[in-house]
Each structure stands twice: as C-alpha cells, then as structure tokens.
C-alpha cells in the first residue's frame, strides 16, 4: 500500500479546488468560480488555501 506524500496531498486539494471552480462556472456563479481559481493558483504557494476557499464558500451560501 502507498503512503500519501505532501505533494500527492496538495495536488489532490488543487484539483478539488479546480473541479469546484468548474462546477460553479456551469451553475452560473461566474464570482465564486473565479475567486475559486484564484484560490487554486494560489494553493502551490500557500498549500490549503483553495480546500479553505471551497469551505467557506459553501458555509456562506448555506447561511445565506
């Protein structure tokens, strides 16, 4: 069995944040889809910040 590396780990939040990004897009939430990329960007240089980006997101539009 392979242990899961820090980059495999961060990879897998990038990609998770890319795929939520798209998925807003194709809701018609142009604003969170590109605040979303910009998460995802900025993921490589500070690792969790699109997984945190995504949550909140989903905490605000569960308030709201």
Do not use: E, Q
């Amino acid at each position: 069995m392979t242990a899961l590396s820090d980059r495999s780990v961060r990879d897998l939040g990038i990609v998770s944040t890319l795929v939520d990004a798209l998925v807003a897009f194709a809701r018609g939430r142009p604003k969170a889809g590109a605040l979303l990329l910009g998460a995802a960007a900025l993921s490589t240089r500070i690792p969790g910040l699109g997984v945190a980006v995504s949550v909140l997101l989903r905490v605000y539009r569960k308030l709201a």
